[in-house]
């Protein structure tokens, strides 16, 4: 499934102007292909590496077993949006995501901001409401948490209209206005030559 095409559960924090990473403006570059998707970091590469080892020990921890890697589809009225589950209760009752951070902080009230509409948007796309947070925190001598999002329907109903408010924008070629200093600056603002240092004058 190829990202440009579609909008899935990590774009739509970004949507919100929730990310700390990127921008909507940088988002609407890369759904219009006119940018590259930002290379992954060695963050970003750790978890991918530590999903199945994160998956086992939710396994464990639970007590059930999951499928693995189960594609949400796409929305039968908005064929752009998608989202794929790090696994899936074998009954389909209750979802979970793999997630590993180095930050404290930023888990220290419970999932960020950007994982909550993460698994509100794959609870609309699946219908199932619960949703667990397997987090392997690597911060703090490796520990193991997990935390239930369970489906708000007026925070989904907020994704939704912020989703079809984005998508507009990208199927009428038109960039989003700017919201955030840091759009701003990516939209408006161009990096200047550097220039030369004038002599000072002599007496």
């Known amino acids: ?36 998707p930002r290379p992954g970091s060695m963050a970003t590469d750790a978890g991918h590496a530590l ?12 007590g059930w077993d999951i499928d693995r890697q189960v594609p949400l589809g796409k929305h039968a009225d908005r064929p752009w949006a998608s ?3 790090d696994g899936v209760r074998k009954d389909g009752l209750i979802g979970v995501d793999a997630k ?3 930050s404290l902080s930023a888990w220290s009230g419970g ?10 948007w794959y609870a609309w796309l699946s219908g199932i409401r619960t949703w667990d947070v397997a987090l392997l925190q690597a911060s703090a001598g490796w520990m193991f948490e997990i935390f239930t999002v369970e489906q708000d329907d007026k925070l989904t109903e ?4 912020a989703g079809d408010e984005f998508w507009w924008h990208v199927t009428n070629d038109i960039p989003p206005e700017p919201v955030t200093y840091e759009e701003v600056m ?8 550097k220039t030369k240092k004038a002599p000072e004058a002599i007496d």
């Not at 999903?51 to 639970?62: G, S, T, V």
């Not at 999932?111 to 509100?120: I, K, L, R, W």
């Open 1 to 36: 499934m190829k990202r440009s095409k579609h909008l899935g559960g990590s774009d739509i924090g970004v949507v919100l102007g929730l990310s700390k990473f990127s921008t909507r403006y940088e988002l609407w570059l890369e759904k219009t292909r006119r940018k590259k």
């Open 51 to 62: 999903e199945d080892l994160i998956l086992d020990k939710y396994c464990e921890a639970r």
């Open 83 to 85: 989202g794929t589950a």
């Open 100 to 102: 590993a951070s180095c």
């Open 111 to 120: 999932p960020p901001a950007t994982v909550v509409c993460q698994m509100n």
């Open 158 to 161: 907020r994704l939704i209209e």
């Open 186 to 193: 990516a939209m408006f603002v161009r990096p200047g030559k």
